[in-house]
């Protein structure tokens, strides 16, 4: 039996199975890249909900495996060299998770430096700017009188959008047709933008044909269906 007790936070979400890997997280853009790629490949996990209503991500035990209090973050019981590993920033745990599977990433050299590319252009671009147009359209940026830092975060998730819908014109996904940890890392952002934040009037989406496609593609996978409710809120 896997021993977890040396990290505070299996105290605050005891492991009913010690042996796979966990995940604390909650059904977000960032959270769901997780539960997705774990759907995705098969590997056995045990999801736990992290509640921003109690401030879950706050506390002591939470803090104890990701000081920077963002999910999600995970602990895998059977990381490198057999021990267990503790690790945060969505980023960072899928590319973990496809070298751990050999699932969606490319092996030829220069297909995975592109794969990780378009991993980091979501992360540096897609996510912050995507998350704080939902500030400004759906949440208490709304309110302020001065529509300057919403029109801007519009005219920004609007050129990031002809990107992506320029690359995917020809392709199946982001590589090509491998689906890789670049669609999954980009398409829950850009699935929230036009659902949950309900920006896809004021974004233009009806001009992003490729993306659309794709989204819509995207969203039919079983596996993506699922992840997509990990873990339940509570």
């Known amino acids: ?7 505070p936070i299996t ?6 199975h010690p042996e796979r890997l966990q995940l604390y997280s909650l059904p977000t853009p960032n959270g769901v890249k997780v539960s997705i790629m774990l759907e995705e490949t098969g590997l056995p996990y045990e999801a736990h909900t992290v509640r921003f209503d109690q401030q879950d991500q706050l506390s002591p035990a939470f803090l104890s495996l990701n000081p920077n209090n963002k999910i999600p973050a995970i602990l895998d019981p059977h990381g490198p060299g057999g021990k267990p590993l503790a690790l945060f920033e969505s980023g960072a745990i899928l590319v973990y998770l496809a070298e751990k599977t050999g699932q969606f990433m490319p092996l030829d050299a220069v297909a995975r430096y592109e794969t990780l590319q378009w991993l980091m252009f979501q992360m540096g671009g897609v996510g912050p700017m995507f998350g704080q147009l939902g500030f400004f359209h759906r ?17 920004e998730a609007q050129r990031l959008l002809k990107v992506l819908d320029q690359r ?10 491998d689906y890789t940890i670049a669609d999954i890392a980009i398409l829950p952002w850009v699935r929230n933008l036009v659902g949950f934040y309900g920006a896809a009037d004021i974004v233009g989406w009806e001009n992003f044909g490729e993306l659309r496609r794709v989204l819509e ?3 039919q996978r079983p596996a993506v269906q699922r992840g997509l409710e990990i873990p339940p809120r509570g």
């Open 1 to 7: 039996m896997t021993d977890l007790s040396q990290f």
């Open 11 to 16: 105290r605050k979400w005891p492991a009913q």
């Open 139 to 155: 949440f208490a940026g709304k309110d302020y009188e001065d529509k300057r830092p919403r029109d801007r975060y519009v005219a």
């Open 168 to 177: 995917l014109e020809g392709r199946d996904w982001i590589m090509g047709r």
């Open 217 to 219: 593609k995207w969203q």
